[in-house]
């Protein structure tokens, strides 16, 4: 949705879908003022737009919850800026703590080349703070050389010990060894 919305007269972020009534869209007889170079208090919503009118800003309906609601002069754009800045903060805070599951598949034969290849994907995982799940995957009767598999994990491990570190040593999970490695802690 964009704009405003006519039936109801709410003016929708689409990032967060949060609503904020503005100016004329304020529907209560009396509001509880802030602001910043404005006298606080309660008044009767006429005031608070002449004020904001005379202050050439808007009235904002901020918190519509308690009675009487509370509104803030300011200006809007300014105002969704700020919003959008938080929500970003929030965003980017809640991201950091999040840890991804990567997972990377080996063959039982996987060359030289594409060792390397798959082992800087790995460090790059680690260093981003995302656990790593390795695996060698066997297909039909390359499960007799799983002792080459596990060679090739725990290579792995040893090249990549600077940037993580193993959960515990490779299992074997049907036709495939796996391990986990998971980040160093900074």
Not at 61 to 90: T, W
Not at 128 to 146: L, M, W
Not at 150 to 159: F, M
Request: hydrophobic share 35%; charged share 40%; net charge positive.
């Amino acid at each position: 949705m964009k704009g405003l919305k006519k039936e109801t007269g709410y003016q929708m972020k689409k990032d967060t879908k949060v609503f904020h009534r503005t100016n004329h869209q304020i529907r209560e007889k009396e509001v509880r003022l802030v602001g910043d170079n404005v006298e606080g208090g309660v008044m009767s919503i006429e005031e608070a737009l002449q004020i904001a009118e005379g202050l050439e800003l808007d009235l904002i309906e901020i918190n519509k919850g308690p009675n009487p609601v509370i509104c803030k002069i300011m200006d809007y754009q300014k105002f969704l800026y700020n919003e959008k800045k938080k929500q970003r903060e929030l965003d980017k805070r809640n991201k950091q703590n999040q840890m991804e599951l990567k997972e990377m598949r080996f063959g039982a034969n996987t060359g030289d080349h594409d060792f390397e290849f798959k082992k800087r994907h790995i460090i790059s995982f680690l260093k981003n703070g995302d656990k790593v799940k390795a695996y060698v995957f066997f297909k039909g009767r390359e499960i007799k050389f799983k002792e080459q598999g596990e060679i090739l994990l725990l290579k792995l491990v040893e090249e990549v010990e600077d940037y993580g570190v193993p959960e515990s040593l490779p299992k074997l999970e049907g036709k495939r060894l796996v391990i986990f490695i998971k980040p160093k802690k900074k």
